[in-house]
């Protein structure tokens, strides 16, 4: 009698890799098929730290495909089109920005910068490594692009043009601003989203229109990032975006000190304590938290969410906030099955279904867990951690889960997922 040997189950890490592979277009990864069939900008950053894991030449190549893209004011856009599918809406004729690949006319969350200095580090730290010199040059090239066009109140805090810029598309922190956006002209179009995931879990076709109509502004200016900063219809402080850049200017700086541009350095000294000084801004002390901030209006979000917990990851906060903080996170893990929720419950428009109202998203528990690790609060990192481990082990790879059921919520087989358990929850 012979015994065949039974193929062994897959792991965790074999699936995780295997869904970077097959979401590998040549050179670059989209975040899922179907949903979305291009590059995003924050998505490839996340991913590289997956791919670092068993390809190291693969997650330097994610960060220069994105970066090829960059434009020549110094902006590296929230999507490259690098080939044509029809299955997305706003594709490139859409936006219509006249670039080469094609791309959108917005960007994302800085966080290449971090990603380059992790990989460089990863490999020994030497500075003529010439991936990371020629992405340091790219980096700082991108952020003087954020210090010129998109700090109006000159204190170091980033203002978006778009909702989507922030990554954290569908928030509520965003209501209150797009609820003054004229849709009249908007016209009609065909969503595609919505035939990929259920709209349940999607923006609004109410929402969706002033998206749409904040992106024609930016087109019926030719692209023009002075106009849209100065005369856009939506212009807020994002608190997420602001503690990014934070930290991705110390980690160029740390760049730019191994490299000895000492000049760059010290341009990138003063952003860092310019930030931190300017952060104060964003804080709530009614909510005990820091919040968006309406930059037309001054309003203040009012929100907790996953977003003001990167003043951890920042470095930012006095004794007495970063209590505060610990508190909302004490709350949040005491009504939730998981942390880190995208929205508190209870807040309006809470739901644990919906887009950024509350699922979790794992890169942003990632940075928020970094950070509270790095700040003493290593418990709290660690059960941010653990939830993370649970709702894959769970779930799946999906694009974000459910706070209360642990379900997965948005598209399948999701790269940032599968890298954030490659780089991080699965280790
Ligand atoms: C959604 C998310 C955004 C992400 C994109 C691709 O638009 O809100 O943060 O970059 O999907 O995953």
Redesign the pocket.
Known sequence: MTLTAQPAEPTLDDLARDILRRNDRGGYTV??GG??PFQ????SAFVALGFAEFDRNRAWQEIESLVSAQWEDGMIP?IVFHQHDAGYFPGPEVWNTGRTPPTSGIT??PVLASVVRQLWEQEGADPSHPRMRALYAACLKSHRWFHTYRDPLGNGLVMVTHN?E?????SSEWDHALDRIDTSGVGSYQRRDTGHVDAAMRPTQREYDRYVAILQFGRSSGWDHRVIADQGPFRMIDVGMSMMLLRANRDLLALAEAIGDEAAADELRGRVALSEQGMDWLWNEEVGAFCSRDVITGESSGLVTNASFLAFYAGVGTPAQRQRLLDALERMGRSAQYLLPSLEAGSRDYDHRR??RGPI?L?VSYMVARGLAEQGQADWAERIRADSTRLIIRSGFY?SFSPETGEGS??GD???TAAMWLAWCGQ
């Open positions: 975040p899922t949903l979305y995003w900008n924050w998505d929230h994302q969350p989507w922030t990554g954290r598309d569908n887009y950024w998203w890169v694009e948005g598209g999701f790269s940032w």
